[in-house]
């Protein structure tokens, strides 16, 4: 099975647009979705929508779903976080919101090869941060492929035997991790609404279990239409610069 691989959407529509256009002609049969729908970005029901209607295979909720949909509380988050999910509660309608607050938790095994979660498989707001988190994800996966988001970093790391370690050393884009059958591996498709890495572009991922490779893919968006939208629905003016950072 061929697989696009999206995550941390986070309602930037401009983003969530280009990712699939640049994706349409890479021949996926299914999509996997690892929460953070919504939070931060301008568009969260266009986003839903959208999300609903393409069907995904497998879709899980993120911390800013839960919170988005009035599932959790947002006290544990910061200021402009908190403030962009007190926007998205009312920003969204009624039909969306139920939608969203129904979403599944992850961990969700997807099939013989593939784990997917948002944050890590042992807890689905963990962040993996440093080689020890990685390390225990990996130990916690039940399948050889763990899909994680969250972190909106785009990254792979693998153990094997005797040794673990990165499997995206270069920034070189798209880049093909194949995927040796003794190993196992925890990568992060990347965000497509907000990265975090220092590269603005929109981040996803094709994973293909017969040829056995994951393909990390950077595309290019109008971001200065997204700040914009950010700007007119009156979020917080941090959310559109970083957007142009990548941070
Ligand atoms: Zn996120």
Redesign the pocket.
């Known amino acids: 099975m061929r697989y696009l691989v999206i995550?941390?959407i986070?309602a930037n529509l401009e983003a969530f647009e280009s990712v699939m256009a640049a994706a349409a002609p890479l021949n996926y049969e299914q999509i996997l979705v690892l929460?953070?729908l919504v939070?931060?970005g301008a568009d969260p029901n266009a986003v839903c929508d959208r999300v609903r209607a393409l069907a995904p295979q497998a879709l899980i909720r993120?911390?800013?779903d839960k919170a988005g949909s009035g599932v959790e509380s947002p006290e544990g988050f910061n200021a402009v976080a908190r403030s962009a999910i007190g926007w998205t509660y009312e920003a969204l309608t009624p039909d969306n919101r139920e939608w969203l607050a129904a979403l599944p938790a992850g961990p969700l095994v997807v099939d013989d090869f593939i784990e997917i979660c948002?944050g890590t498989p042992f807890d689905e707001d963990a962040y993996v941060f440093d080689d020890l988190d990685a390390l225990r994800a990996m130990h916690a996966a039940r399948r050889p492929l763990c899909l994680f988001?969250?972190?909106?970093v785009q990254v792979g790391h693998y153990l094997s035997r005797d040794q673990f370690g990165l499997s995206t050393a270069d920034d070189q884009r798209p880049f093909t991790i194949r995927l040796d059958e003794t190993n196992r591996y925890l990568i992060n498709p990347g965000?497509v609404g907000?990265p975090r890495d220092g590269d603005p572009r929109a981040g996803f991922a094709i994973a293909d279990t017969a040829a056995r490779e994951v393909t990390l893919h950077r595309v290019e968006y109008p971001i200065a239409k997204a700040q914009a939208r950010i700007l007119e629905e009156g979020l917080p003016d941090v959310l559109a610069q970083r957007l142009a950072l990548g941070r």
Not at 149 to 152: E, K, Q, S
Request: charged share 10%; hydrophobic share 0%; no cysteine.
């Open positions: 995550s941390d986070h929460g953070d939070g931060y993120g911390n800013h948002h988001g969250h972190t909106h965000s907000q």
